[in-house]
């Protein structure tokens, strides 16, 4: 497997701009979780997905922020608009089994956001 | 709500010896899960070792090694025999065992520096 997949690894945009992050789990994962990293906070969960459905979005910042999972290979991560306290890097990670907290999560490379 | 301390910023280490990271913890929960997780200059967020609350041994993963107190909420990580490799950020996370908590409360990382 490729393992998890985000793209793009690297965005540059315009304060207000809107900008989307993408991930594609591996397959037959079934939890998804997306988490922002910076110098000032860490690492931060924002939501995360059971079987497509989303189950904690306590930590999203901002209603600027959304997330969606249409199914169990692809979601994302929208901003809009975006703000240059969005520069960051953000994670997408994936584990096997929803009923198992055991199971390692399996991080994507990233995605850094510069907001200018 | 659980919280995550790591309270060595920085740590650094000659090739070829020990070095010790710490972690504490703060729970009210009896069972849960600890990790370490790796994040070098790559980005790459990789699990290097978890323990079970409930076990009383100590996880090893070939030079890597935990000193699980569970009384004291700590939960330190011994890095034998130091490489290069080994240089990076490390973080400490908690994970409920409750089904429904899915989500894991990370550290803020110690940066280990390997001196060749």
């Known amino acids: 497997d490729a393992g998890v997949i985000q793209s793009p690894r690297h965005e540059v945009t315009e304060m207000g701009q809107e900008v989307t992050l993408r991930c594609k789990p591996i397959?037959?994962?079934?939890?998804l979780f997306w988490y922002r990293q910076t110098m000032m906070r860490g690492l931060e969960l924002l939501i995360y997905?059971?079987?497509?459905?989303?189950?904690?979005d306590s930590g999203m910042p901002e209603d600027r922020f959304s997330a969606k999972m249409p199914n169990a290979s692809f979601s994302t991560l929208k901003i809009q608009p975006s703000e240059p306290r969005d520069s960051a890097v953000y994670f997408c990670?994936?584990?096997?089994?929803?009923?198992?907290?055991?199971?390692?999560?399996?991080f994507g490379p990233g995605t850094r956001l510069t907001v200018l | 709500a659980q919280t995550v301390t790591q309270s060595q910023p920085e740590m650094s280490v000659q090739e070829a010896e020990t070095v010790t990271l710490s972690c504490t913890y703060d729970?009210?929960?009896?069972?849960?899960?600890l990790f370490w997780y790796k994040q070098p200059p790559s980005r790459q967020m990789i699990l290097v070792i978890r323990?079970?609350?409930?076990?009383?041994q100590n996880a090893t993963e070939n030079r890597f090694s935990v000193n699980f107190q569970k009384a004291a909420k700590s939960f330190s990580l011994k890095i034998s025999d130091s490489q290069l490799g080994d240089a990076a950020m490390y973080f400490c996370?908690?994970?409920?065992?409750?089904?429904?908590?899915?989500?894991?409360?990370f550290g803020d990382g110690t940066t280990l520096t390997v001196k060749p």
């Open positions: 990670a994936s584990s096997p089994r929803t009923s198992d907290p055991y199971n390692e999560q399996f």
């Open positions: 397959s037959g994962h079934n939890s």
């Open positions: 997905f059971n079987n497509n459905v989303p189950i904690d």
């Open positions: 729970t009210s929960e009896s069972d849960y899960y």
């Open positions: 323990q079970e609350a409930y076990k009383q």
């Open positions: 996370a908690y994970r409920s065992a409750n089904t429904n908590a899915g989500k894991s409360t």
